[in-house]
């Protein structure tokens, strides 16, 4: 199996994302505020000193955010804030009604 083609992306404060959902002009990643990762937590997870689940805690200096990113051409990625902090497990469904995205999701919500 061969590339045939790519799109690299440089997404400030993007340091991990779970799940994703295609649309037909974008993938769609959310940025996540529960999950932090540096390069020596990513090298212990590697190494199976440790997993994935220490790093997932609430940080209230991340953004939650759907990062939208084209699938074609030289367009910029479309960010979108959240409205309240939170999770997303996994993507249930996705799809464009009009210039509307429609997203249904299961999704862990910060506790107060």
């Keep these: 199996m061969s590339l045939y083609r790519g799109q690299i ?4 404060g993007l340091t ?3 799940d994703f959902a295609l649309l037909e002009d974008f ?3 959310q940025k996540s ?3 932090t990762m540096s390069l020596k937590e ?11 689940e220490y790093n997932m805690k609430y940080n209230s200096n991340l953004p939650c955010q759907f990062i939208f990113l084209p699938k074609e051409g030289p367009a ?6 959240c409205p309240f902090p939170f999770h997303m497990y996994h993507f249930g469904t996705c ?3 009009g210039d509307h995205v429609v997203l249904t999701t ?3 919500k910060r506790r107060v």
């Design 16 to 18: 991990y994302f779970h």
């Design 106 to 108: 299961t999704a862990l």
């Design 42 to 52: 990513a090298a212990n997870i590697l190494s199976g000193k440790t997993g994935p």
């Design 33 to 35: 505020p529960f999950v």
């Design 95 to 97: 799809y464009q009604d």
């Design 76 to 81: 910029k990625p479309i960010i979108v804030n």
């Design 9 to 12: 992306y440089d997404i400030e």
């Design 27 to 29: 993938y769609v990643i």
